[in-house]
């Protein structure tokens, strides 16, 4: 993949590609049927499988049905058997002379990639936007201190800006699983007819070329029996997992609702929250639960293929519905949408998480790894004196900052005293501070991919690289897809021409 300065992509996520008179029409089924049609009229004709006087009259009809077709409120017909009578219709029978070597197994197969192409762009550009979104903020927090949950229960403390970025990895790979999904449906089905080709000697590589696609399916029983009903499968583990990773980001929030003193909250007012109807003192978190809601549909719609894929015989359509995909694909869109504006919405306390920190021992493990680092004390023996200072804490309700060092002594000989290490605690009073100063431990952190400031830069500046990456990818893509059906129609107007 190219490599795109970030500025490149600050500008591509604000600046529209000048669209074509092809990207200003709806791009459904009956749009790609007709340009099936116009691509057909003007690669026979220049191939001699069409005589071009047939041809130019042929055009003219096609393009009637196609301006017919695009008047306020007319039909729309999605498939080949509905189409084509408008078209004989227009143009006289002679007009099913365009119908050599197809079918309307690989015609529908084509539009169905075309659509789920379309749709997996518009995917791609909304996951992009959170991912900025996300990386934006963690550059906003990279000091800011909050606790870490494991199993429901705080567990370390970490930067915020850290936790973030670890979302937005996850986000990242969903792009990935875009980029390669996007490459095997980007294939032109179009010459295949049923299963196993034509007689007719069909240009299939220019077809490609004139519908914006990066290739032909190779093997023409593939091309409508086997991979156009594994795409929306595909397509579903992608909305699967954009809906899982959002998911999680949601009910981590929302657990802070739970709680009397949260120190992350969504701004209230503006669809964020609303009033509970018989508790004053409540804001219940509605843009949370919309969004988690949309998640949960989102998974539910991305079963569908599957479901429907499964038992059946080669070739069969239940799976392969147009209109049920693009919805699968619009609710991981919504999805993140969702997402982007709670993000937008977040209101974080650093106070308030730093004393939520302070207020419970999220910092123990870090006594165990400074005996074992500076002092060679196994970990083990380590853990089990910090595991005997919490216990006398809580027992005591001794916060971390106020336990006494002379306790800490008496907990540390009694904790080795069947071993062969000295019953003298090694650490200083400094040295056991600094070991529970939950700012101290992020910033001290050494190992690659921790929050510490310089991995947190190097971690910021790839994401921003990563975001134009994806976003030169997008453009890219879609420039291919214009600059073809721009061509295509300037062919197709030479054609009408010459008559």
């Known amino acids: 993949m190219k490599l795109y300065p970030f500025s490149l992509a600050l500008a591509l996520l604000t600046t529209a590609i000048p669209a074509s008179a092809a990207d200003r029409q709806v ?31 042929i055009a003219a009809g096609l393009a ?52 789920l192409r379309d749709d997996l762009l518009k995917l791609a550009e909304q996951l992009n936007k959170t991912s900025a979104t996300l990386g934006a903020l963690a550059g906003k927090h990279v000091g800011t201190i909050v606790p870490n949950y494991t199993n429901g229960v705080a567990a370390q403390p970490n930067s915020f800006g850290h936790y973030l970025l670890g979302h937005a990895a996850g986000l990242d790979r969903d792009a990935q699983r875009i980029r390669e999904t996007y490459a095997r449906i980007d294939r032109s089905a179009m010459g295949t007819t049923v299963l196993n080709g034509t007689s007719w000697p069909l240009n299939r590589e220019r077809m490609a070329d004139y519908l914006g696609f990066a290739a032909t399916v190779d093997n023409a029983y593939d091309a409508g029996q086997i991979t156009s009903t594994e795409q929306p499968v595909e397509v579903g583990a992608i909305v699967t997992s954009v809906a899982l990773h959002t998911g999680q980001f949601i009910e981590d929030i929302m657990t802070q ?30 843009l949370l639960n919309a969004t988690r809601q949309d998640a949960s549909t989102a998974l539910t719609l991305a079963m569908g293929p599957i479901i429907q894929a499964h038992n059946i015989t080669p070739g069969m359509s239940d799976a392969k519905d147009v209109d049920t995909n693009s919805a699968m694909v619009a609710s991981a869109v919504k999805v993140l949408a969702g997402w982007n504006k709670v993000l937008s919405s977040l209101v974080i306390d650093p106070d308030r998480a730093l004393e939520e920190l302070n207020s419970d021992w999220t910092a123990s493990q870090e006594l165990a790894d400074v005996l074992m680092r500076k002092y060679k004390l196994p970990f083990r023996v380590g853990h089990h004196f910090a595991s005997e200072v919490v216990d006398f804490a809580k027992a005591k309700n001794i916060k971390p900052l106020d336990f006494p060092y002379a306790e800490a002594r008496h907990i540390y000989a009694d904790a080795v005293k ?32 921790g929050p510490q400031a310089s991995e947190m830069k190097r971690m910021l500046d790839q994401a921003k690289v990563t975001i134009a990456d994806q976003e030169g990818w997008i453009m890219e893509r879609r420039t291919k897809i214009s600059t073809s059906l721009a061509k295509l129609d300037a062919d197709f107007e030479a054609l009408k021409a010459a008559r």
Do not use: C
Request: proline residues 8%.
């Open 27 to 57: 791009r459904d089924e009956f749009f790609w049927l007709g340009e099936m049609n116009k691509a057909t009229a003007v690669i026979n004709t220049d191939e001699g499988l069409l005589d071009k006087f047939l041809a130019t009259a």
């Open 64 to 115: 009637k049905v196609i301006d017919d077709g695009n008047r306020p409120n007319a039909k729309r017909p999605s498939t080949v058997i509905t189409f084509e009578p408008l078209l004989v219709k227009s143009a006289g029978p002679e007009a099913t002379l365009l119908h050599a070597g197809r079918s309307s197994q690989d015609m529908h197969a084509t539009y169905r990639a075309a659509i």
């Open 257 to 286: 609702y739970a709680q009397p003193r949260p120190w992350i909250l969504l701004q209230e007012g503006g669809g964020n929250t609303y009033v509970s109807s018989a508790m004053p003192q409540k804001r219940n978190p509605g």
């Open 418 to 449: 069947e071993t062969q290490f000295a019953p003298e605690l090694p650490m200083s009073e400094q040295e056991f501070r600094a070991a529970l100063d939950p700012v101290a431990i992020v910033k001290n952190r050494a190992s690659a991919g």
